[in-house]
């Protein structure tokens, strides 16, 4: 089973870029597809960007598109979220998740993903 260890959250301004990674170990990185989600106070966890075993296989949620970007490194075992142009809605904890697949699409939903991190808060203020 893989482990995941996200860092990078922090606190911005509106209008500000911060670029969070996601370390992983204990397994072959590049037999999983990787998801970013976040989890706002009161919110239910929900899908933010995810990259299949293809690098070309990424989707976006529509309040990010154009605003984040997902990429991997499977030397490094790392998945990065960068984010620009952030805006007080994007608060919240991000977390990173794996899933071991076959195929090479990304997916979409928290029910798709069996390996998560602990989570990296990231604050946007306005």
């Known amino acids: 089973q893989v482990q995941l260890v996200e860092s990078g959250g922090g606190l911005v301004q509106s209008g500000g870029s911060l670029r969070l990674s996601c370390a992983a170990s204990?397994?072959?990185?590049?037999?999983?597809?990787m998801g970013w989600f976040r989890q706002a106070p009161g919110k239910e966890r929900e899908f933010v960007s995810g990259?299949?075993?293809?690098?070309?296989?990424?989707g976006y949620a529509d309040s990010v598109k154009g605003r984040f970007t997902i990429s991997r490194d499977n030397a490094k075992e790392t998945v990065y979220l960068q984010m620009n142009s952030l805006k007080p809605e994007d608060t919240a904890v991000y977390y990173c998740a794996a899933s071991w697949v076959l195929g090479i699409d990304y997916l979409a939903r928290t029910s798709d993903y069996n390996a998560w991190g602990q989570g990296t808060q990231v604050t946007v203020s306005s």
């Open positions: 204990g397994d072959t990185f590049s037999r999983y597809a």
């Open positions: 990259i299949g075993r293809s690098f070309s296989s990424t």
